[in-house]
C-alpha cells in the first residue's frame, strides 16, 4: 500500500481495476466473466488480443470477485516469456496446482504470455490441465492464440480482446486527470487516442509522462514524450515526395530522424499509417498499392539491420518515381 501513495508509482498499476465492473470496454468479455462469478464455476479460459485491451486486468478482476480474501492463497500469477522452457510447468506450476483450494473449490493459474511457452513446455501444461481439472483452472493470456497447441486450444474457452475504442480510452484518462493534480485539454486527450491505438496502458504511460512535464497538458507535451511526429509532419513529407521536391523531402526526413530522435522503423510504419489515410483525388489507390508494396520492402531491409538514413532517402526516392508515372 505505501508504494501505491508514492506520486512516482506507475499509473497502469495505480489505476489498474481491481473489480469487472471498473473494467473500460470489452464488454462481450466482461459480461460473460460476470457470470462464472455469480455460478462460482469457471472453465479454462484463453484470453487472446494486442496488449494493453484488459486481458490481464479482467483475470485479476475475475480472482478477486471469486476469491476475495483468499486471492493471494488461490490465485498464481506467471509470465511465460521470463521462463519459456519446460521448467516452469514442471516446477512453479506443479507445486501450485497439487495444493488444495483455501475456502473455495478451486484455484486459478493465471499464465501470461501463454503464447511465448516453447513446445515442448506447451506438451507438459496439456498434460497439467488434464490431470489437475478438479482444482485448477488455467487463464491463458495470449497475443496469437494460433501460437499455441490444438490441445491447449481444445481445452480453453476462447475470449478474443480487441483494441478499446476512442470512448473507452477518453473515459479512462479523464478519469485519471480527475484523481490526479493535472489538467489536460481535448486535443491533448484525442492525440493520445490516437497515438494508442486502442492501447490503454500505451495512453496512460503517456498520460503519465506528459503530466510529469506539465500540470496543463498540452499536444505538444504530448508528442514530445511519445516519440512519435506529429501527423502534420508525416503529412508534410509525403507532399514534398509527390511534389518531387527531394532536398525539402530529405530535410523534412533528417529533421524527424535528428531533430525528434525518431528510429526508421517508427519512421516508415507512420508514413504507411499516412500513406493509407491519404486523399484519392491527391494520390490514387494504384498508387497507394505500388507506394505500400515499397514500404514493406524497405521496412524488411531495416528489421534486417540496413542504414536508416540511406534506406528513407531510397524510400522517398520511390515515392517519388511511382508518383511520376
Not at 199 to 221: G, M
Request: contains cysteine.
Amino acid at each position: 500500500m505505501f508504494l501505491k501513495d508514492l506520486a512516482s508509482f506507475p499509473w497502469t498499476e495505480k489505476y489498474r481495476p481491481k473489480y469487472l465492473a471498473d473494467i473500460s470496454g470489452q464488454e462481450h468479455v466482461v459480461s460473460k466473466l460476470k457470470k462464472y462469478v455469480e455460478k462460482k464455476s469457471l472453465p479454462n479460459l484463453l484470453f487472446a488480443g494486442p496488449p494493453g485491451v484488459g486481458k490481464t486486468c479482467c483475470a485479476v478482476a475475475l480472482a478477486n470477485e471469486l476469491f476475495g480474501e483468499y486471492y493471494n492463497q488461490n490465485f498464481l500469477e506467471l509470465n511465460a516469456s521470463d521462463e519459456r522452457g519446460i521448467g516452469v510447468v514442471r516446477g512453479a506450476i506443479k507445486d501450485f496446482a497439487r495444493t488444495i483450494p483455501h475456502n473455495t473449490s478451486f484455484k486459478i493459474i493465471f499464465l501470461d504470455e501463454a503464447d511465448s511457452l516453447t513446445s515442448e513446455a506447451q506438451q507438459a501444461l496439456r498434460r497439467t490441465m488434464e490431470k489437475y481439472t478438479g482444482t485448477v483452472r488455467f487463464i491463458l493470456n495470449a497475443n496469437y492464440s494460433s501460437k499455441l497447441i490444438s490441445p491447449i486450444q481444445s481445452r480453453c474457452s476462447l475470449y478474443k480482446f480487441r483494441p478499446l475504442k476512442k470512448e473507452d480510452i477518453v473515459q479512462r484518462l479523464k478519469y485519471i486527470v480527475s484523481k490526479e493534480d493535472v489538467s489536460i485539454s481535448e486535443d491533448a486527450i484525442t492525440s493520445i487516442n490516437d497515438i494508442s491505438e486502442g492501447d490503454a496502458r500505451t495512453a496512460i504511460n503517456i498520460l503519465q509522462s506528459a503530466a510529469s512535464t506539465s500540470t496543463n497538458i498540452t499536444v505538444e507535451d504530448v508528442y514530445l514524450v511519445s516519440n512519435v511526429a506529429k501527423p502534420q509532419e508525416i503529412v508534410g513529407l509525403i507532399e514534398s515526395c509527390l511534389n518531387k521536391d527531394f532536398l525539402k523531402s530529405r530535410e523534412l526526413l533528417y529533421k524527424l530522424l535528428f531533430d525528434h530522435g525518431l528510429s526508421g522503423e517508427d519512421v516508415i510504419i507512420q508514413i504507411y499509417k499516412r500513406i493509407v489515410s491519404f486523399p484519392e483525388e491527391k494520390l490514387s489507390l494504384t498508387k497507394k498499392i505500388k507506394i505500400i508494396d515499397k514500404i514493406a520492402e524497405f521496412n524488411y531491409r531495416l528489421v534486417e539491420g540496413a542504414n536508416d538514413r540511406l534506406q528513407l532517402e531510397a524510400l522517398i526516392a520511390n515515392i517519388m518515381l511511382i508518383n511520376e508515372k
